[in-house]
């Protein structure tokens, strides 16, 4: 109460600019339209003219598609069935995490020449996660097998269990030095697993641990189907094939989701209703440009500001990350963010 200062912020924090991302960008825009080329008069699209809109846009660019050779292979592909229901959504789906990015263009121009690089499997992105997923596999299998001939080696009993244990181990033991030196043992994976035998009741033993060994190995088989059915499914040959098959069909689902795009956004401006990812992306056309540097108005803008300050920051998307960076000063020392990852509630919006 004897603080002048604290009195004064009191007062002035009805000056401060508080509102969600998606309403200072409305804000923004309604301010500069004129460089948009957008109506001033635009508000925010209900939810049943948006999927309206939505659905005819993708029919009109479904129809279009389809006098594309690729994408006629990539419907076929992806599809399964006698309706092209999963490939318009997998172009929807790739629209719609399109949006979630900066510069969508750009971004689905780096996604297609990963696809038509040739790098080796271990060079890609897509090699580095399944690699990195193969060795924890691995490693929890060998720390399980571990845990069980502990428990081998505390009761004389079970001992004959030990060299099926131990067999085991190896295996796992040999499959992660392999990956570790950036070896795709799929081919030894898929073949090979490992045979050693079952482990049967020991007849007159009572106690509990024999039960917890079963258990302890029967979740490092478990490990072993996940290695041989969800991360080592191929050769570093047949995944060169396939990213090489599938790269003209994910240029045309490209090409697709850009012209939904253009077809959405023109009905949508007919309509003078947009949506919350048309008011980020448009302000950050007016905030920054496609290299990464502030524009003029970014400049006028971000001095208003003495601080920018994010609560919930665990829910930011990449083109929101990206709009508070336009409103900090050059070197975003003025940039106060507040998250925690377990509340996280918009993952399912990227």
Known sequence: PGSAWLRRQRLLLGRADIGTIDAFCMQLLKQYFAKLDIPPDFTLAEDA????????????????????????????????????????????????????????????????????????????????????????????????????????????????????????????????????????????????????????????????????????????????????????????????????AIAPMLRAAGRTALRFEELFFAAKLEEKALEYSDFEHLALRLLCTEDGQKTAVARAVSARYDAVMVDEYQDTNAIQALLYRCLANDDESNLFFVGDVKQSIYRFRL
């Open 49 to 244: 003219l948006a999927y309206s809109l939505r659905a005819d846009a993708l029919s009109q660019a479904l129809e279009e598609a389809y006098a594309d050779a690729d994408f006629r292979a990539f419907a076929s592909l992806y599809g399964r069935a006698r309706s092209d229901g999963t490939a318009a959504g997998a172009v929807l789906d790739l629209y719609d995490f399109l949006r979630t990015l900066p510069h969508p263009r750009a971004a689905l121009e780096r996604f297609c020449a990963d696809y038509e690089d040739g790098a080796p499997l271990m060079e890609t992105a897509w090699g580095r996660v399944l690699l990195g997923a193969a060795r924890d596999a691995a490693a929890s299998a060998q720390e399980l097998l571990g845990s069980a001939l502990s428990l081998v080696d505390a009761e004389p009993a079970l001992a004959a269990y030990a060299p099926a244990l131990e067999s085991d181990r190896a295996f796992f033991t040999a499959l992660e030095e392999s990956l570790a030196a950036g070896r795709w043992d799929a081919a030894a994976v898929r073949a090979a697993g490992y045979k050693a035998p079952a482990l049967r009741a020991v007849r007159g033993y009572e106690g509990g641990a024999m039960d917890a060994v079963k258990a302890l190995r029967a979740d490092a088989k478990k490990l072993l189907e996940t290695l041989r059915d969800n991360i080592l499914i191929c050769t570093e040959a047949e995944f060169s094939q396939d990213r090489a």
